[in-house]
């Protein structure tokens, strides 16, 4: 979604996605049936959700209507970036290593 009011636009983009695999990294030590191999589908290690991304961008009106040298020197410029975006974490395992 985009939207311009005056000199700023902003823009805001969320996704959502599932990663499923049956081994998300060479040195997880979770045990592997090899008998059923869809036994170990499951989300991957980095699977992360939801996750949404604002940015914007600004060009600020001074100069931009100016003649000759300052125009071509300080006009046109623009002020931009993002926001941090807010997104769940990558799953994990709660294990308990006492016997």
């Not at 996605?17 to 589908?41: E, K, L, W």
């Not at 000759?68 to 926001?83: P, V």
Request: glycine fraction near 8%; hydrophobic fraction near 35%.
């Amino acid at each position: 979604m985009q939207r311009t009011v005056g000199d700023l636009t902003l823009s805001m983009a969320y996704t959502y996605s599932h990663s499923i695999d049956d081994s998300s990294d060479r040195s997880d030590t979770t045990f592997v049936n090899a008998y059923d191999f869809a036994a170990n589908r499951a989300s991957s290690s980095f699977d992360m959700r939801h996750n949404l991304a604002i940015s914007y961008v600004y060009g600020p009106p001074v100069f931009s209507r100016a003649l000759g040298f300052s125009h071509a020197l300080l006009g046109g410029w623009q002020i931009s970036g993002n926001k941090p975006s807010p997104s769940l974490g990558t799953p994990f395992s709660v294990t308990d290593q006492r016997l």
